[in-house]
Nanobody
């Protein structure tokens, strides 16, 4: 059973930084794609970033490119999302997700089989 547990959310002022972590357990993740999505109140879920566990190729939404960095730590089985230059529009619940194999539709929720419980990120203006 795959388990994903996010941590690191909180309240930060615009221009500040936060680092989210996702602890993954229950499988060997070498073939997996790990993603971060977010959902703001009253809005649809939005793809943020993804990383291929093997090789470390990364993908970003245009809205976060240059500000957010996704990375993984093989030894700790964790995926992190470093968020810099945060804006009020980044406010959302952030979810970690895992897909057992590479999917070209990595930006789609339907590509992912497993989800964490989410962590709140609030950016004040």
């Amino acid at each position: 059973q795959v388990q994903l547990v996010e941590s690191g959310g909180g309240l930060v002022q615009a221009g500040g930084s936060l680092r989210l972590s996702c602890a993954a357990s229950g499988r060997t993740f070498t073939s997996y794609v790990m993603g971060w999505f977010r959902q703001a109140p009253g809005k649809d879920s939005e793809f943020v970033a993804a990383i291929r566990w093997t090789g470390g190729t990364t993908y970003y939404a245009d809205s976060v490119k240059g500000r957010f960095t996704i990375s993984r730590d093989n030894a700790k089985n964790t995926v992190s999302l470093q968020m810099n230059s945060l804006k009020p529009e980044d406010t959302a619940v952030y979810y970690c997700a895992a897909a057992p194999n590479w999917r070209s539709a990595y930006a789609s929720r339907s590509a992912y089989n497993y989800w964490g419980q989410g962590t709140q990120v609030t950016v004040s203006s």
